[in-house]
């Protein structure tokens, strides 16, 4: 029996932790807050900054666990290098956590020494720098903390007067702790993609089919798969995602997110671990979802291949209110669709526009992705999340 340190424990680390606790593996789930989804069914709970070195360093060596997974960016992972030097199996690599973790790493990396196409970018470390950055790069554009994730102080700057407002809004989100930013140029894309790839032990990568996703403030808001796509921008998007997992190395499943516009096929970025659009795999799309897949992956399990089983979407349930007792209005509504099915995080508390929930439903392969999808968003719109009256 393994045992896992899981550094993150929302609702994708609960996912995960489910899939190990089924074959009976040990999980240690960390967050910075008590009670955090995957902290509710795991063996053991830990609530730390992950920021802090000291703290991390501390669980390690109270654990000495066989697999410490990062289920979110925001981690002091600069140590993971030093676990790995005393033996610890960091997953995918202390590298591929390192690099993700600040958007400035693994943007020269893609860019500089991969050669693979993006969006034309700079840097810049205050409202004064924004200003010259945004002046070579040109308008729209879009810019966000060097670490964040979901979206968080992600702006698009249209007109001069907003690069004030996306320098401050950057500042407020920033979830890790440095200042800077990255500023994208806008790409007018048709449309994006996560690619859900594997790799193993054993050397074999596998991909999931492509799972089409929209996004609004940065953050995804319903997902489907297979995402419709010609097969050899597909195979583009495959050439791409093998060539950075290579280079980031280890074992894991990555989401790796791409634009597909007129000119191209766009590298976006990517997670060295289990994707937020890739609940939708929780709709029974695949043979296996996609944190079985990461556990597998992890464990060294080998997996012989991945089968699209039927269609399916996602839709998130988000909250629009702080409330330190949410509670869920309508889930009969969504319970007494056919083909359908939910999942609620668990999370102890909401502020505006937090997920919650997720809807998801699904349909044989040869129904309708956009009804599919239809279905899916509409029904997670008829879910209220409201604090309990006591
Ligand atoms: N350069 C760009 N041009 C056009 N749209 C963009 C650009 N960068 C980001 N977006 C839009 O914003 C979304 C979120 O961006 P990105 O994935 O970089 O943020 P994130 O905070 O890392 O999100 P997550 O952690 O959820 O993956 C993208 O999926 C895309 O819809
Ligand atoms: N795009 C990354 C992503 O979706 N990460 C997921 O959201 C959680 C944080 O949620 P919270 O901000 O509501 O605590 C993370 O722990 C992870 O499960
Ligand atoms: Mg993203």
Redesign the pocket.
Known sequence: MAKILLLGSGELGKEFTIAAKRIGQTVIAVDSYANAPAAQIADFAEVINMLDGKALDALVEKYKPDYIVPEIEAIRTERFYEYEKKGYTVIPSAKAANFTMNRKAIRDLVSKELGLKT?KYRYATSAESLKEAVAEIGMPC?V?PLM?????G?STIKTETDIEKAWKYSQDGSRGDVAEVIV????N?KY?ITLLTVTQRNGKTLFCPPIGHR?ER???MESWQPAPMKSEVLKEAQQMAEKVTTALTGCGIWGV?F?VADDGVYF??L?PRPH?TGMVTLAKTQNFNEFELHLRAVLGLPISDITQERIGASAVILATENSENPIFEGLEIVAASQKTDFRIFGKPTSRPYRRMGVVLTHDKLEGNISEVTEKAKNLASKVNVTSAKN
Do not use: I, L, P, T
């Open positions: 969006a879009v966000k964040s994730s979901s979206g968080k992600q994208e140029a806008f790409v894309f994006e996004q940065g953050d995804y997110e634009f976006s970025e997670s937020d």
